[in-house]
């Protein structure tokens, strides 16, 4: 059974920083792209970005760019998303996702694009 479990989410003041974990089992984990998405209340889930586990490449959205850096533990099938200079628009329920369809580096990330999800972790950060 394919399982995804994020963890780490929390209350931070803005400027702060989280590190979130996402593990994982059930299948091949360095075969596939793992993605991180939010939803914040009211909102369409988002891409933050992703990393390939085949080749260690990443890809970040532009709002998270030079904050966030997604790394990946292929021993311990896990990936982390580490959250910088966090602003209190970053405040949202945050999931990763394995990958089916690579098309993110020229059309950015979709949720539809990915698979198997996590239950997601609560992330606020107060001004």
């Known amino acids: 059974e394919v399982q995804l479990v994020e963890s780490g989410g929390g209350l931070v003041q803005a400027g702060g920083s989280l590190r979130l974990s996402c593990a994982t089992s059930?299948?091949?984990?360095?075969?596939?792209?793992i993605g991180w998405f939010r939803q914040a209340p009211g909102k369409e889930r988002e891409g933050v970005g992703c990393?390939?586990?085949?080749?260690?490449?990443?890809y970040y959205v532009d709002s998270v760019k030079g904050r966030f850096t997604i790394s990946s533990d292929k021993e311990k099938k896990s990936v982390y998303l580490h959250m910088n200079s966090l602003k209190p628009e970053d405040t949202a329920v945050y999931y990763c996702?394995?990958?089916?369809?690579?098309?993110?580096?020229?059309?950015?990330?979709?949720?539809?694009?990915?698979?198997?999800w996590g239950q997601g972790t609560q992330v606020t950060v107060s001004a």
């Open positions: 996702a394995s990958l089916l369809f690579e098309a993110y580096r020229e059309i950015g990330l979709r949720a539809a694009d990915f698979g198997s």
């Open positions: 059930g299948f091949t984990f360095d075969d596939y792209t």
């Open positions: 990393i390939s586990n085949p080749d260690g490449s990443t």
